[in-house]
């Protein structure tokens, strides 16, 4: 860059415009040194540069537009995310549904021979202490090796669920007919007696079945189940009743009959021809007998829990988790004549 | 642009495209609807304007609206009446700024837009002949003139005094 004394004056020009390098502006402010005169005329210029006023657009908020916050994710990915959810919410509903249908099922296929009684009837002569000392026992009993896991939870179903409590109640018929407690079979068979003697002396009692054997009723003011009772578990021992009916000569009511079972109590999914019945084996007996003694109404309530083979006799002697659990429950309740 | 790019230009640009056209019609009202149109069009055109030329580009709409407005009133004389609010100024002395306004006056109206967008906003030779429509060497020439104009109106002001 040569400024002269001929070209000055576009070079001052320049420098007001702000329009020169730094190296230009610098050889300027020499060139300027060099002519003094020509000082004033570069003030001069500059004079002329005007200074923006201070105005303010007073409306600028009218010109602001609103702006659009992004979510923390896009649309589409909330989308997504419901749909996982909603997908593993059935998925984990189905999960806990369709295992305790199973459970219920297999229950009633195992457990369920012939339910003895209708709801009614388990209500009168149990209210409430039979399922109580059911859980109890079975609960107690479960923490054997012998039982396999899933058995202490269907016995917690059976206790439960009323439906299946009756169920259990009528398994006394295969405890008695079970050649391993033939004592209790044998008083079975007297009680029966006492029964159909009972009934013939007593023909305006309630006949509920055809089949039954007691239709005494069941007093259910003297049923107050304040009671007694002794755990015989883990032994071969029989049922040890008492002897009171032979002791008041009284007859004795069987609350239960096996045979009473009433089709419309069945789940529609468990079919007669599901029923496993499992040959008496040689295998050790662990049955359970549980006997409560009710002072007031001089009734005995009985909860007998036996363990059996599930399949052939091969499963038997591989280990104990191919048994299953039957528990019966019954009831004598004496009253004078 | 995004709309927050759009909302930053209405936070930076806003007044000085005001004061531009404020000077430019010497109308109040006029400046505030060139304003307004500018921005209008800006977010209009919001996707397809760079948010770097944004302030170009506003300039360069509001001042050929300013021109259109002007040949539809058949009124390209601008005034030398500001606003109050204009004198409140910084720089120079107020006697100085006040002679500087009239020199100001005196311009033609492109050399005038020409004087103000160099030196009240700044923009380069380049830049003030994308918004006026001139090539850079054309922006120079006449700034030149303008400049010599009113160093001359100053030194017969100041021989006046």
């Known amino acids: 860059m040569n400024i002269t004394r001929n070209n000055y004056e576009e070079y001052f020009l320049l420098s007001i415009d702000r329009e020169l390098s730094a190296d230009e502006q610098e050889a300027l402010e020499s060139f300027v040194r060099r002519h003094p005169d020509l000082e004033k005329e570069l003030d001069r210029l500059k004079q002329t540069v005007n200074f923006p006023p201070e105005i303010i657009f007073d409306n600028k908020n009218s010109l602001l537009r609103e702006v659009k916050k992004r979510g923390f994710l896009p649309v589409y990915w909330i989308r997504i995310a419901a749909s996982l959810i909603i997908l593993l919410a059935g998925a984990l509903i189905l999960l806990i549904i369709i295992p305790s249908k199973n459970i219920s099922h297999g229950q009633t296929a195992d457990r369920i021979i012939k339910p003895a009684r209708d709801k009614n009837q388990i209500k009168k002569s149990s209210p409430g202490m039979i399922a109580d000392e059911v859980k109890n026992a079975v609960r107690g009993e479960d923490s054997g090796p012998a039982v396999k896991s899933d058995h202490a939870v269907n016995s917690d179903h059976t206790v439960k669920s009323d439906y299946v409590v009756k169920a259990a109640s009528g398994m006394i018929a295969d405890q008695v007919r079970n050649p391993a407690t033939d004592q209790v079979k044998n008083q079975a068979s007297d009680l029966k007696k006492n029964q159909v003697d009972y009934a013939k002396a007593n023909p305006h009692s309630s006949n509920q079945d055809a089949t039954q054997i007691s239709n005494g009723e069941t007093n259910e003011k003297n049923q107050q189940s304040i009671a007694l009772g002794s755990v015989l578990g883990n032994t071969n021992k029989p049922l040890q009743l008492p002897d009171l009916a032979k002791e008041t000569a009284l007859p004795s009511t069987i609350n239960h009959q096996p045979s009473t079972i009433s089709s419309t109590v069945l789940p529609s999914t468990v079919q007669p021809s599901t029923v496993n019945r499992q040959p008496p084996t040689n295998a050790p007996d662990e049955s359970t007998s549980i006997l409560v003694f009710d002072n007031k109404s001089k009734a005995v309530t009985g909860f007998l829990r036996k363990l059996l083979p599930r399949s052939s006799g091969d499963d038997v002697v591989s280990g104990s988790h191919q048994k299953k659990i039957s528990v019966s429950i019954f009831q004598f309740s004496m009253s004078k004549q | ?161």
């Open chain 2, 1 to 161: 642009m995004t709309a927050e790019d759009y909302n930053d230009c209405v936070r930076q640009y806003a007044d000085g495209l005001y004061r531009f056209m404020l000077k430019s019609t010497g109308q109040v009202e006029d400046a505030r609807d060139l304003v307004q149109s500018a921005f209008e069009k800006l977010w209009e055109h919001r996707k397809e304007v760079n948010a770097s030329k944004s302030k170009s580009y506003l300039f360069t709409i509001a001042y050929h609206k300013m021109i259109d407005l002007g040949r539809k009133n058949g009124r390209i004389e601008f005034r030398a009446f500001l606003p109050d609010q204009i004198s409140a100024d910084r720089g120079p002395t107020p006697r100085l700024r006040q002679v500087l306004e009239d020199a100001l006056d005196r311009l033609n109206e492109k050399q005038r837009t020409l004087v103000m967008l160099k030196d009240y906003e700044g923009y380069s030779y380049e830049e003030i002949g994308s918004i006026t429509g001139m090539n850079a060497g054309q922006v120079k020439i006449t700034l030149h003139r303008a400049r010599i104009l009113l160093k001359q109106y100053l030194v017969s002001v100041e021989n006046v005094i």
